[in-house]
T-cell receptor, first 112, second 111 residues
């Protein structure tokens, strides 16, 4: 079993929809959680960074962490065609040096 | 502009050749990383360096080598011992808060 599980998709939604992307993990030591967006043939771009449990909002994006269930989510409101990309979750147990463990990524397609 | 640059963008290797991928950052970050990305497998850590003149193996270091002679630079050599080198290679560096930032990547193809 992988340390971090993520549905590869693709997830297809119409423009304006609310998108929910999720990851589950098995290592209870993880405390730092990140979401990256990766366009085709480009490097990942950091979207959200959260520590421990709770919610964090940034514009149309909301990151949610439920450590009791070992489950993290990224919500995208009012999705746009420009949101079409692969979304990678990543997590780490340490802040001083981050050996990140990545999910495999979920491919999102937002149609106009 | 501050950031991470990788070169070349595309690289082709013949069987038995060693090739070196360049990674430079001007973010003044101490820590740097190399990842390999394959379809359906996510990012896997090859090597990392927390400080100049020091580096450690990641999860898939066999067939790769690195050096860290300058804070700004962390080149990766893919040796002929790496049997399946075709992949997308990503370099990253991290700030004191631990947040990792990625370069644009190099796509390596074995001919």
């Amino acid at each position: 079993q992988k340390e971090v599980e993520q549905d590869p998709g693709p997830l297809s939604v119409p423009e304006g929809a609310i998108v929910s992307l999720n990851c589950t993990y098995s290592n209870s030591a993880f405390q730092y959680f990140m979401w990256y967006r990766q366009y085709s043939r480009k490097g990942p771009e950091l979207l959200m960074y959260t520590y421990s449990s709770g919610n964090k909002e940034d514009g149309r994006f909301t990151a949610q962490v439920d450590k009791s269930s070992k489950y993290i989510s990224l919500f995208i409101r009012d999705s746009q065609p420009s949101d079409s990309a692969t979304y990678l979750c990543a997590m780490s147990a340490s802040i001083s040096f981050q050996k990140l463990v990545f999910g495999t990524g979920t491919r999102l397609l937002v149609s106009p | 502009d501050g950031g991470i640059t990788q070169s070349p963008k595309y690289l082709f290797r013949k069987e038995g050749q060693n090739v070196t991928l360049s990674c430079e950052q001007n973010l003044n970050h101490d820590a740097m990383y190399w990842y390999r990305q394959d379809p359906g497998q996510g990012l896997r850590l090859i090597y990392y360096s927390q400080i100049v003149n020091d580096f450690q193996k990641g999860d898939i270091a066999e067939g790769y080598s690195v050096s860290r002679e300058k804070k700004e630079s962390f080149p990766l050599t893919v040796t002929s011992a790496q049997k399946n080198p075709t992949a997308f290679y990503l370099c990253a560096s991290s700030s004191p808060s631990g947040t990792q930032y990625f370069g644009p990547g190099t796509r390596l193809t074995v001919l």
